[in-house]
Structures are given as structure tokens and as C-alpha cells.
């Protein structure tokens, strides 16, 4: 039987990836140089996380989903405060999200960009280099606009996404190779 599929995880030049004993790195991602996994944190296959220009923060109980790249340039670190889910292919560059945000599926979010805590960027949304997401909106569209403030229900939609995914680290850590996988 072969040996399990692990993530890449290497130092580069100073930093290392500090990565706290509960968070979970799924086999296929990349985590390289100054990043930070807090605890219940989820890094998904095939993410990249490149730490070798600048520092990135990842929060307890963020998720960053399958195919997501997160790259900072000097002086613009990547930050994602606690509860931040990022979908699928989304990319974060050199930008702060705030807790509880959610960045939707191959959304973008440029240097020196901040999303407000709680907020929702659609999906194929484009933040502009520089741009203040205020808390609690939607924005969408390329390049990405305020379109309205979220509702109550809007909120329940994504609000459990980091349980969720917190419970399924759990799942995924347990899992077993097959035989030749």
C-alpha cells in the first residue's frame, strides 16, 4: 500500500507556515513561507498559499476552499480574520477580509482591498485594487459594485458555512487512501 498524499508544506528563506495542531491542510495544497493557520482553520485540495513576498493570516475556523490562491505583495499582507469562508477558486491578493465575510466561487479580491465583516462577494466578482467593501453588503459584478445590504436571510444562507466546514475538516482528516491512491 502506498503512503497517504500530503500537502506541500515548506519554509522559504525566513518564514515558515505555523500551522495550529486542529487546523486541517488537505492533501494537494500548497502552503509555503509566512503563513499562519489558526485552530479549526481548512485549507481544501489544490489551494495554494504563498507566503513568500508577504505574510498571510488565516483565522480560526476559515475555510479556504479547493483551488483557491492566496499571494500578498511587500507590504500587503493577505489577512482573513476568524469565520471567513473563501468558495471555490476564489483568489485573495495582498487583502484584508473581515470576519465572517464570505468571498463567493472564483471571486477576486485585489491588492490593499478590505471586505467589511459579514459581507458577501458574488460569485466572478472582481474587488478593484484599493477598494472598501463597507460591513454587511453584497457586491458583485466586474468590477465589483455595492448592490444592496444584506438581509436577515441572507446572512442564515452563508452564516454556518464555517461550522460546516470545520465539520468536514473532520471527515476529510479521517479519510483513507485507497490502495495505488
Known amino acids: ?75 500587503l499582507p493577505v489577512v482573513l480574520e476568524p469565520r471567513v469562508s473563501l468558495g471555490h477558486r476564489a483568489v485573495v491578493h495582498g487583502a484584508h477580509v473581515e470576519g465572517g465575510a464570505l468571498v463567493g466561487i472564483g471571486a477576486v479580491v485585489l491588492n490593499g482591498a478590505r471586505i467589511g465583516a459579514g459581507s458577501l462577494v458574488a460569485a466572478g466578482c472582481v474587488v478593484a485594487p484599493g477598494r472598501r467593501i463597507p460591513a454587511g453588503v453584497l457586491v458583485a459584478g466586474v468590477p465589483g459594485k455595492i448592490v444592496r445590504e444584506l438581509t436577515d436571510d441572507d446572512r442564515a444562507v452563508f452564516a454556518a458555512t464555517p461550522d460546516n466546514y470545520v465539520a468536514k475538516a473532520a471527515r476529510h482528516r479521517a479519510a483513507r487512501p485507497l490502495a495505488g491512491g
Not at 507556515?17 to 479549526?40: C, F, K, N, T, W
Not at 495554494?48 to 476559515?62: S, T
Request: one cysteine or more; proline letters at 8%.
Open 1 to 75: 500500500m502506498s503512503e497517504p498524499a500530503v500537502p506541500y508544506l515548506a519554509a522559504l528563506d525566513s518564514g515558515a507556515p505555523s500551522i495550529h495542531p486542529e487546523a486541517y491542510v488537505a492533501p494537494s495544497a500548497v502552503v509555503v513561507g509566512r503563513v499562519r493557520l489558526a485552530r479549526a482553520a481548512s485549507v481544501w485540495y489544490g489551494s495554494v498559499l504563498r507566503g513568500d513576498d508577504e505574510a498571510i493570516e488565516v483565522g480560526e475556523e476559515c475555510n479556504v476552499q479547493d483551488l483557491c490562491c492566496l499571494h500578498a505583495d511587500p507590504g
